[in-house]
C-alpha cells in the first residue's frame, strides 16, 4: 500500500507523554532486576566506604570581626565597609600554605610527639561577625593544637603584613607630597606672574562691557535683517495697507569711548516711528475720500443726469483722487526701494562693527577664563595637599586596629559522625540513577513496537487492527476462539473493527483470497487468522479459511477438527480438495487443515495447480483466508503470496522487532505482492492510545 494510515489523527503532546511514561513504567517492570543489582552494588559501594573510613575528629576556634574600634588617640576607626569584603581574603590568608606550613613547624617544635594530617576550614556564619576555624583530622590532640598554632600564625602574619604596610605606604604619601608641594609652587609663582603682566580689573570690566555692547549690535542687526525680509516680501501697495514699523523699538547701542563708529548711532536711520508715515496718512485720507465720492457719485447717478454739472464735478474729483492714490503708491514703491538699500548698507556697517567687538571678546574672555584656571589649579593642589596630609598623620591609627580578635582557642577534639544516613542515600540515589541510564540504554537499543503511535513512526503501511492482549483467557488447549456471545468484549470489538476496515477498504476491486503471515514465530497470526474468519462467518459470509503453514500448522487442533488430511495431501494430489474441507461450529466456516508435515512446503505451493485451486475456492466461497508460516523463518509465504488479493501481516506488540518486521515487508514488496496493512496483536488495553479501553463493558448485553 502507499497510503500511511489514515486511521490515525496526530498524537496530541499528553498523549504522547503519556505513551512514554507508559514505556518506561512496563520497562522497570520486565527489567526490575537490573533496578535492584544498581542499587544493591551502590549501597555495598557505599557501604564499604563507609567501613574503610578513619575515625574523625574536629576541633573549632572562633575569631570576632569587629565593626568599630576606639585607638589609644580616642579616635574611632569604622570598619563597616571592610567586613562584607574581607572575609574571602581571611579565609584564603589563613587556609594558605604560608600559613600552614608556619603552624605544622610550630608543632614540630612545641610538641614533637604528636603527628597527623589536619584539614583546615574557615566560615563566617550569615548575619554574624563570627568568624570560625575548623580542623578535621584523625588525632583528636593534634588537630586542637594545629587549630590553634593556625590561628596564632594568621593573627601574626596579619601584625607583620600591617607593619610593613605602613612603612610602605608613608613612604608613598610623603613622596606625593612632595611632589605636590613643588608643583603648588610652581603654580602659585605663575599666578603670581600672570597677576603682574595682566590688569584684571580693566580686562574683566572689558569682557563685560564689550559683551554688552556686542549683545546691542547683534540685536540692531536682527532688527534690520527682520525689516529688510518684510520690506522684500511685501510689495509697496501691500506696505501701504500695512506699513508696519521698520525699526520701531530698537535702541542703539551705547557707543563706548573710543568704540569705532561712535555718534553713528543717532544717523543710522532707526526711529522709533512707522516706516513712510506721511505716505501711509496720505493714502488713507485719499482713500477714504474716494470711497465717499465714489459713493456720491453712485447715488447722485440715480438723480441727476449724465450730463449734470454737479455730477460732472463729483466725477472729477474722483479721478482727481484717484490720481492722487497712483502717485502715492509710486512714490512709496520709491521710498520702498530707497529703505532696501539703506538697510543693506547699515547692515554691511554693522557686520564690520560686529566683528571688531567680537574680537575683544573673546581677547578679554580669554584673560579672564586663563586668571579662573590658575586659580582652581592652585586650590585643587591645596585640597589634595591636605587630604595627603591628613591621610599621613592617620596611617599609623587605621594600620594599627586589627578588627580581628582571637574570641576563645580551640575547643577539645570531639568525634565526627561518619555520615550514614548519607552514605546510604548517595548508594541509593547513586544505584537508581545508573539502572535508570541502563534502562534507558535499553530501550533505545530496543526497536519494539509497543503501540499504535509507535508503529506509525516506524511504518508507512496502514494499521487495520489493534487486537488487545488477553493472555489471562488462556486455557491449556490454548486460546479459545471467539464465540457468539464472547463475554472478551474488548477482544471481540477489536475483531469486528477489523473485520470493517478490509469491507471498506479502498481502492480494492475485488478481496476474495487473503493470506495472513508474520515476519518471525509466535506472533499470534493463527489467531489471527481464526478469529477473524470467524467473525466475517458471523456476519452471513461463507468462509474458507485454509491452513497453510506445512510446517507447524496448528488450525486442526484449534478448531478440534480431524487434521490427517489437509492442504499438503491436497498438493499430493492424494485426495480431492472438496474431500479434505472440514466443518466447523460456524455454519458458514469451513477449514482446510494443514495436513501431513512436510518439509517440501516450498516446493508444493510452487506448483501451477495453486492458482487453479485459489479460482475454485473463489468460486465457492465468499473469503478465503490462508494462514501461512512466518516470512524470516521459511520461503514459503514469499512464493504464495503474489497469488492473493491481499497479505495481512501480523506485529506482536513488545516482542517482535521493528527492522525484523520491516525486511519481511520488504520481501513481500519484491514479489510484487499487495500488503493491505498491519495488525497491531496482543496490544496491552491500558496504553494510552488504545480506543476500546476506556468502556469495556458499556455497550455489551447485559
Known amino acids: ?305 449724465p450730463k449734470h454739472p454737479k455730477l460732472q464735478a463729483l466725477q472729477t474729483k474722483v479721478e482727481d483722487l484717484q490720481r492722487l492714490i497712483s502717485t502715492i503708491k509710486d512714490q512709496n514703491a520709491a521710498a520702498t526701494a530707497a529703505r532696501k538699500v539703506a538697510i543693506k548698507a547699515e547692515l554691511k556697517s554693522l557686520e564690520s562693527t560686529t566683528e571688531s567687538w567680537q574680537k575683544k571678546v573673546t581677547e578679554a574672555s580669554g584673560k579672564d577664563a586663563e586668571y579662573t584656571n590658575l586659580q582652581n589649579q592652585i586650590a585643587s593642589l591645596t585640597s589634595q595637599i591636605e587630604r595627603t596630609a591628613t591621610s599621613n598623620r592617620d596611617i599609623n591609627v587605621h594600620t594599627s586596629a586589627d578588627p580581628l580578635t582571637v574570641m576563645h582557642p580551640a575547643t577539645p577534639p570531639k568525634a565526627v559522625p561518619p555520615g550514614t544516613v548519607k552514605h546510604l542515600l548517595l548508594g541509593l540515589i547513586g544505584g537508581f540513577m545508573v539502572g535508570l541510564i541502563i534502562l534507558v540504554l535499553m530501550d533505545r537499543a530496543d526497536d519494539r513496537v509497543s503501540s499504535s503511535t509507535e508503529m506509525l513512526d516506524h511504518f508507512s503501511e496502514p494499521i487495520l487492527g489493534q487486537i488487545p492482549n488477553v493472555a489471562d483467557t488462556r486455557k491449556e488447549t490454548g486460546l479459545p476462539l471467539l464465540q457468539p456471545e464472547d463475554e472478551r468484549y474488548t477482544y471481540a470489538e477489536a475483531f469486528r473493527s477489523l473485520r470493517s476496515s478490509l469491507i471498506f477498504m479502498p481502492n480494492q476491486q475485488e478481496l476474495k483470497t487473503i493470506l495472513i503471515t508474520s515476519a518471525i514465530p509466535n506472533e499470534g497470526k493463527s489467531t489471527i487468522a481464526s478469529n477473524l474468519a470467524v467473525t466475517m462467518a458471523a456476519s452471513g459470509a461463507r468462509v474458507l479459511l485454509v491452513d497453510a503453514d506445512l510446517r507447524r500448522g496448528d488450525l486442526a487442533q484449534l478448531f478440534d477438527t480431524d487434521g490427517r488430511f489437509g492442504l499438503s495431501s491436497i498438493l499430493r494430489g492424494e485426495v480431492p480438495w472438496k474431500e479434505a474441507v472440514q466443518n466447523t461450529k460456524y455454519p458458514t466456516l469451513s477449514l482446510i487443515p494443514r495436513g501431513p508435515v512436510t518439509n517440501q512446503s516450498g516446493e508444493l505451493l510452487l506448483k501451477p495447480q495453486v492458482a487453479g485451486l485459489l479460482e475454485e475456492f473463489k468460486e465457492q466461497y465468499d473469503l478465503v483466508i490462508f494462514n501461512t508460516a512466518p516470512i524470516l523463518a521459511a520461503d514459503d509465504t514469499p512464493t504464495l503470496a503474489p497469488n492473493f488479493d491481499g497479505t495481512l501481516m501480523v506485529v506482536r506488540a513488545a516482542f517482535t522487532s521493528a527492522r525484523l518486521s520491516k525486511n519481511a515487508l520488504n520481501m513481500l514488496y519484491q514479489r510484487q505482492v499487495n500488503v493491505l496493512g498491519l495488525i497491531l496483536n496482543c496490544i496491552d488495553a491500558e496504553m494510552p492510545d488504545y480506543y476500546y479501553y476506556r468502556y469495556p463493558k458499556y455497550y455489551a448485553a447485559s
Not at 610550630?106 to 604528636?114: D, G, S, T
Not at 547701542?253 to 536711520?269: D, H, K, N, R, W
Open 1 to 305: 500500500m502507499d497510503s500511511v494510515n489514515p486511521q490515525a489523527p496526530p498524537v496530541p503532546i499528553a498523549a504522547g507523554l503519556g505513551l512514554k511514561i507508559y514505556r518506561y513504567r512496563s520497562l522497570i517492570r520486565r527489567h526490575w532486576w537490573v533496578m535492584a543489582i544498581t542499587i544493591a552494588l551502590g549501597l555495598l559501594y557505599e557501604g564499604y566506604v563507609l567501613l574503610s573510613k578513619e575515625q574523625l575528629y574536629e576541633s573549632n576556634s572562633e575569631l570576632l570581626i569587629r565593626e568599630e574600634l576606639t585607638t589609644e588617640a580616642g579616635k574611632n576607626v569604622s570598619f563597616d565597609d571592610k567586613a562584607g569584603r574581607q572575609y574571602d581574603t581571611y579565609i584564603m590568608l589563613l587556609k594558605s600554605d604560608t600559613t600552614l606550613a608556619g603552624a605544622r613547624r610550630k608543632l614540630e617544635i612545641e610538641a614533637p610527639q604528636l603527628s597527623g594530617k589536619v584539614d583546615i576550614n574557615a566560615s563566617v556564619p550569615p548575619r554574624t561577625n563570627i568568624f570560625t576555624v575548623t580542623g578535621t583530622g584523625p588525632n583528636g590532640e593534634y588537630t586542637r593544637r594545629f587549630v590553634d598554632a593556625v590561628v596564632q600564625e594568621f593573627m601574626e602574619s596579619r601584625k607583620l603584613g600591617r607593619s610593613s604596610q605602613v612603612d610602605t605606604t608613608k613612604q608613598g604619601l610623603e613622596s606625593d607630597l612632595k611632589e605636590m608641594k613643588a608643583e603648588l609652587e610652581k603654580k602659585q609663582v605663575q599666578f603670581q606672574a600672570f597677576v603682574k603682566d595682566n590688569n584684571m580689573a580693566f580686562w574683566q570690566e572689558q569682557a563685560k562691557s564689550s559683551a554688552s555692547f556686542l549683545s546691542g549690535l547683534k540685536n540692531q542687526q536682527a532688527q534690520l535683517q527682520n525689516e529688510l525680509l518684510r520690506l522684500e516680501n511685501l510689495s509697496p501697495d501691500e506696505l501701504l495697507v500695512n506699513p508696519g514699523s521698520g525699526a520701531a523699538g530698537i535702541k542703539p547701542p551705547t557707543v563706548l569711548q573710543g568704540a569705532p563708529g561712535a555718534g553713528a548711532g543717532a544717523s543710522s536711520g532707526v526711529s522709533g516711528a512707522p516706516f513712510n508715515n506721511e505716505l501711509y496718512i496720505q493714502y488713507t485720507q485719499a482713500t477714504q475720500q474716494l470711497v465717499q465720492r465714489q459713493a456720491e457719485v453712485e447715488y447722485w447717478k440715480t438723480v441727476w443726469k
